[in-house]
């Protein structure tokens, strides 16, 4: 790898500049400010996609001399420009935007053009060459023309070999300079890269895709990775390409604060096309953080983003503040037309970073300060993995169009780097379990099969209904026995409480799933079915109260269950209640009823202000509907 020149060099060591010192506007030549996206929100009904090219073929190979002729329809006046590297050290170390068309671009009367310029002076590898059109009426377009240059000047590509000014006292905790064929897999597992977002969730229109053959949608080329989409034969509806630094079960690359991410990339701004760099941090139940470093949004006319520069927004997804009310986004959307060496996103690569401190996030484009707000504390107190990708719309909503481009884009990532003051541990792993939320005591005893793991609660599983789950399960297995030396929420062994437990029917089946996840779905996935009783002997507490889980096969199951002193003290004075299995959407609802005819979707009784020492539940099922069953029970101690 090239590490370039005095230019370069100049260019990576370049100081962090504030939002403020950068902010200087250009003066405004030939309508270059309109042109480069500058102001494109107002007035958008006046672009319009007017411009064909015919030559050089889309995303072709170029050097030398490069003919380019169009089509601009309706169209008057056209100019073309194109990213240069600086060519004397006394030029602005960013480059330059050099007009490839000094004398403007004569159409005749169905709006052909045709210019030419020499790729041997621009820089070596993804180059777009911007072809801008417009009329006496107002109306005008811009094309993206992505090529690959050849045979150009090798200027600021790769890692450099500084480390970046915002990442001075950190260690280099990853680098991918894409030199070789990254490695990258559907599910990441034994590979650097997972091809789809982690967790499920993909987003993109043209779907996120594993890697194919003939480098579909990722390629590596030199020192980039392209990721290709395309809609096609092989992919109808779309494709395109995200990596992600963790696989399917969340193992690869983490990054905690105080921490860099850094990227440096370039992507084509066109109706539809949406790349962006971010993170993201799992906390505890289901909080997590997502720091949008990037979000470029391409396509110009009515209907599109017209954006006049890219979004950078944090998430605070499951989380609330001081208030109870959901905590607020950080968002911005910098001035980079008048930043650094004032181009687009799409114009030429640009890198993109975030520091993540203990007490603020900060933002950086080129270099440059663009944005700082306060560390959340998830993003603070938790690991953050990266994600590029190249979206096409999706949950954007924003409209797709690249036909005028034959229905292909490319994103080009340079290089991608992390630091961090110190590793996080290897084979970390994120907990998505909710914390548990029972603030006494209880006993929990989950109905499991034998051999069937999935039925099973392990020490650190949770469950149990909102308020009252638990770690620390006791998997009572087969249709009937007995079991002593039962432990509570924390563990400790109870010597003298016992469970005796037994059904008619014989019988310990498998439940359907019905929305349940986690814990709660080993909780659910066993029922004792049937005529049933459960009886315990020697309760630690004064007073506690009895939660009785129920679930059923495919079809809704309805049942009763009733509780049965066996000593001077008392239990729930109504005795018996009603229940009906159905769908709940995994969550646990209480009955009340005391008829079969008040029961609703209801899978859980509740016994409350029980005294007795010993107690005895007893329940029949197919009331109404098919079998259903026990399928756990909590003794949980009330005050």
Request: charged fraction near 20%; charge should be negative; proline fraction near 5%.
């Amino acid at each position: 790898m090239m590490k370039n020149n005095l230019i370069l060099t100049a260019l990576i060591a370049l100081p962090i500049i504030s939002f403020a010192q950068a902010n200087d506007k250009p003066a405004m030549v030939d309508g270059y400010q309109e042109f480069n996206y500058g102001n494109v929100e107002e007035g958008a009904e006046n672009w319009v996609q007017a411009i064909r090219v015919s030559e050089p073929e889309l995303r072709s190979d170029v050097s030398g001399i490069v003919t380019v002729k169009f089509q601009a329809k309706g169209m008057t006046s056209a100019s073309a420009y194109c990213w240069q590297q600086p060519e004397m050290q006394s030029e602005e170390p960013w480059g330059k935007d050099a007009n490839l068309t000094p004398d403007g671009i004569e159409l005749d009367a169905s709006g052909n053009g045709t210019f030419q310029f020499n790729a041997d002076n621009f820089p070596y590898g993804p180059m777009n060459v911007r072809i801008y059109a417009r009329n006496d009426s107002g109306k005008k377009d811009i094309f993206e023309l992505q090529l690959f240059n050849t045979n150009g000047v090798k200027w600021n590509q790769g890692i450099p070999e500084q480390v970046p000014p915002a990442a001075q006292g950190l260690q280099l905790v990853f680098e991918d300079d894409f030199n070789e064929k990254p490695s990258i897999s559907s599910d990441g597992i034994g590979t650097t890269y997972h091809a789809h977002k982690p967790g499920g969730g993909d987003f993109s229109g043209w779907k996120f895709t594993s890697p194919m053959a003939d480098g579909q949608p990722f390629e590596q080329r030199d020192t980039w990775l392209r990721i290709a989409a395309r809609k096609d034969a092989k992919s109808p509806k779309g494709r395109t390409g995200i990596i992600a630094s963790v696989n399917k079960n969340f193992e690869g690359i983490w990054a905690k604060a105080p921490c860099y991410f850094e990227c440096r990339f370039t992507a084509q701004s066109a109706i539809g096309t949406w790349p962006a760099f971010w993170t993201l941090a799992p906390g505890l139940n289901k909080e997590q953080d997502e720091l949008d470093i990037i979000e470029g949004y391409g396509g110009l006319g009515k209907g599109n983003p017209n954006h006049p520069s890219y979004s950078i927004v944090s998430h605070a997804w499951k989380q609330t503040d001081e208030n109870g009310k959901p905590k607020k986004k950080h968002h911005i959307r910098p001035d980079i037309m008048n930043l650094g060496g004032k181009s687009y996103w799409s114009t030429t690569f640009h890198t993109y970073a975030v520091y993540v401190g203990l007490e603020d996030t900060v933002y950086y484009f080129d270099n440059i300060e663009v944005f700082r707000h306060p560390t959340n504390n998830v993003s603070r107190d938790f690991p953050h993995y990266f994600l590029i990708n190249y979206a096409i719309s999706g949950i954007s909503r924003w409209p797709i169009d690249l036909s005028r481009y034959n229905e292909g884009t490319d994103m080009w990532v340079d290089y991608v780097r992390v630091y961090a003051k110190e590793p996080v541990e290897k084979g970390y792993q994120p907990n998505f379990d909710p914390s548990p939320t029972l603030q006494t005591s209880g006993i929990g005893l989950n109905f499991s099969i034998d051999g069937e793991d999935s039925t099973k609660l392990s020490e650190k599983g949770i469950a149990g209904a909102n308020g009252v789950s638990q770690q620390n399960w006791n998997n009572l297995t087969g249709s009937s026995g007995e079991s002593t030396g039962l432990k509570n929420e924390k563990g400790d062994i109870l010597p003298n409480t016992k469970a005796y437990w037994k059904t008619s029917e014989g019988t310990l089946e498998k439940a359907e799933k019905w929305g349940f996840e986690k814990g709660d779905l080993a909780l659910q996935s066993a029922v004792l079915r049937g005529k049933g009783v459960l009886k315990i002997t020697d309760v630690p507490y004064e007073k506690y109260n009895v939660y009785v889980y129920f679930n059923a096969g495919v079809n809704t199951g309805s049942g009763s269950v009733s509780i049965t002193a066996h000593d001077d003290g008392e239990v729930d004075r109504i005795g018996t209640y009603f229940y009906r299995v159905s769908w709940t959407k995994g969550k646990y609802t209480t009955s009340n009823a005391e008829s079969l005819n008040a029961v609703e979707k209801e899978n859980t009784v509740i016994f409350k202000g029980n005294t007795a020492r010993s107690f005895s539940l007893e329940w029949k099922d197919k009331l109404k509907g098919n079998w259903s069953g026990v399928s756990g029970i909590q003794i949980i101690e009330s005050k």
